[in-house]
């Protein structure tokens, strides 16, 4: 009887752990309809329809959370509208499901230049150095962002204590 007991509850374990195994998708191959409303976002985004494209992106993510690029485009969507922080979270999102995504790490680092934060953008590029040795465009990019360094429009007017 013991016997018994045991091989059912072995078997019971394999097949769930078989069946769970079944539905699961490769973390490359994003839903259609993901892809198709990150199109959809990233159009807007060209057209300068923040509120548009933010839309359409946070929907290709509520339709599949495993898109990187529509976490990458939210950050674009967030940098045009000067939100630097909220753009460093949804690149570590994207870092998060692959953490050699160039973009991301690129987009990262450009945001955190407009922050002021210079040292951890110099961390991205040596990052980015590492991944393409010969170089890339998101190497290039950050490293004129870099170079340029904030903007006029994100730095932050430094107040003086009035005198009397």
């Known amino acids: ?56 992106l946070e929907t290709a993510l509520a339709v599949d959370p495993r898109n990187r690029a529509a976490y990458n485009a939210l950050a674009k969507v967030a940098q045009r509208e000067k939100l630097y922080g909220q753009s460093i979270r949804f690149t570590k999102k994207a870092l998060a499901l692959e ?6 790490i690129a987009i990262q680092g450009e945001a955190m230049v407009e922050m002021g934060a210079l040292a951890r953008a110099k961390e991205n590029l040596a990052k980015l150095q590492k991944l393409c040795p010969t170089g890339c465009a998101q190497l290039a990019e950050l490293n004129a962002a870099i170079n340029r360094g904030p903007t006029v429009a994100s730095a932050k007017p430094v107040v003086t204590p009035k005198s009397n």
Not at 12 to 28: F, I, K, M, Y
Not at 99 to 104: K, L
């Open 99 to 104: 953490p050699s995504d160039r973009d991301a």
């Open 1 to 56: 009887m013991r016997l018994l007991s045991s091989v059912l509850i072995a078997g019971v374990a394999t097949a769930l752990a078989a069946s769970s195994a079944v539905g699961q998708r490769p973390d490359d191959q994003i839903l259609p309809r993901s892809e198709a409303l990150l199109k959809q976002g990233e159009e807007h985004l060209a057209a300068g329809r923040f509120v548009e494209a933010d839309e359409a």
